[in-house]
């Protein structure tokens, strides 16, 4: 949302009364964004922005202002979602050298994001004592202030444990730099490491964090997981956000669904059958 106020609202309105504010300009504004080929996602996180400005405007500062209800937001498509298959998992699992530190701080960083769907920053936030290693579960506050406990498989926690029993430093965080003084890791020191890891395994897709976000709840899902866990396993505070991404199958699930659950029964004579009857 600041980003979007700095980079795009503020440029556009910031010289404007905000009582003084018109659907012509707005509309306007529209135009902008259409003239610089803006994605539908990007226009839509513009005027949501705008919309949740003039409303904090109008309830908070108690400014009559142009009411936000009256800004249309544009249909977003529905996201064609990305994730690994387990084949292109295993792939990258054996691409990870585990013979050097470096090697398993990134094998046990995979797995965390592979068993939770945490996001990046959720993951780097935990602390080496965040985990219970008994219940194998650590309760985190995500996106928006949300909380939730995410849970921890043993292959997780086999990398994780490896992982600090191997490091000499007092840092508290779970995941840290190197170095004499070590720091907690930053997203801004994640994707070279991706990037490189793709790259090793021969994978073209863009390997990132939230495609292990994506391909954990993509796995919950075709393994039969209600929306309603999923969603509350990702930490999303809408249903439907949840819905969105993950409640239309892929092709290949919806074959495999009418392979394995419809069966009209063809024998002859039996009740309810033509010759039945």
Known sequence: MRECLRSWILPAFGSLYIAGLKPIHVFSFREAMSAKKLSVARQYSLLMTL???LKFCRAVLEINCLDPASIRLPKRPTPRVEYLTNSEIQTLRECIDSSRISGVRM????ETLLATGMRISEALSLNRDSIDLNTKQAAIVGKGGKKRTVFFPDEALRWILRYA???SDHNRALFVTYGADPKRLSRGDIPRFFKALARLA??????????LRHTFCTNLRNNGADISLIK???GHNNIQTTARYY?????ELLRGAVARYLNYCSNQGQAGSPAAA
């Open 165 to 167: 029993n191997l490091r």
């Open 51 to 53: 919309k949740l400005f």
């Open 232 to 234: 509350e396993l990702a």
């Open 202 to 211: 021969g994978i073209e897709r863009h390997v990132t964090p939230h495609l």
């Open 247 to 251: 409640l239309a199958a892929d092709t």
């Open 107 to 110: 094998r046990a960083l995979f």
